[in-house]
């Protein structure tokens, strides 16, 4: 079934880990974003890719990391976990055609 | 640079009322806007977009360029319309999507 996957969707981690968030679609989309949100508050670009190779930072500052060796896929890296990290991830996909966003589920991420 | 901005954090209505949420953005080039909707324990979606020029689920949105809003309207509320409510923006030939703050909605019986 076409559609966008994260894992894990919940976490709980040490200070200093290192942390990867998966994403996955479906849909053969070539661009893919990562958002952050704390709650009740607004989504964050910090993160996103027009294509395989392609990675750029986005309108929030942040210590994580992205790659896209596959069209498909496009995980995010913590290398160390600190407290602040701790919010939630949303991943998001869109199409050739048009400017829809598809979002995956979220992974919530917790640092203590 | 772009920007979204939703003023109200929450807006309670009783079912039947109409209810309006308000958008202002703010883009040098010629935007397109969008809402999106999060209803409890699912992933946000897409409700409509301002270049489309449709009604979803009762809701409509008029872009007025000159007051850069793109304010989301329903001139009867249901219940089922509680749900988180975000802003979104883009440039037309950027594919960026900037979000505002959101709303919550809560429509009362």
């Known amino acids: 079934e076409a559609d966008i996957y994260q894992t894990p969707r919940y976490l709980v981690i040490g200070t200093g880990k290192k942390i990867t968030l998966e994403c996955s679609q479906t849909?053969?989309?070539?661009?893919m974003y990562w958002y952050q949100q704390d709650p009740g508050m607004e989504l964050h670009l910090i993160h996103y890719?027009?294509?395989?190779?392609?990675?750029e930072k986005g309108d929030l500052s942040s210590e994580s990391t992205v790659s896209r060796i596959r069209t498909e896929h496009f995980p995010l890296t913590l290398e160390s976990a600190r407290p602040s990290h701790t919010s939630q991830y949303l991943c998001?996909?869109?199409?050739?055609?048009?400017?829809?966003?598809?979002f995956g589920e979220g992974s919530w991420l917790t640092v203590v | 640079a772009q920007r979204v901005t939703q003023p109200e954090k929450l807006l309670s209505v009783f079912k039947g009322a109409p209810v309006e949420l308000k958008c202002n953005y703010s883009?040098?080039?010629?935007?397109?806007l969008f809402w999106y909707v999060q209803y409890s324990r699912q992933r946000l979606q897409l409700l409509l977009r301002?270049?489309s020029r449709e009604s979803i689920k009762g809701f409509t949105a008029d872009l007025n360029k000159g007051e850069t809003s793109f304010h989301l309207k329903k001139p009867f509320a249901q219940e089922e319309d509680s749900a988180m409510y975000y802003c979104a923006l883009s440039g037309l030939d950027d594919y960026k999507l900037s979000f505002g703050a959101g709303t919550t909605v809560t429509v009362r019986a």
């Open positions: 301002h270049i």
């Open positions: 890719s027009y294509g395989v190779n392609s990675t």
């Open positions: 849909m053969g989309h070539d661009k």
């Open positions: 998001a996909s869109m199409g050739r055609m048009g400017n829809t966003i598809y």
């Open positions: 883009y040098s080039g010629s935007p397109e």
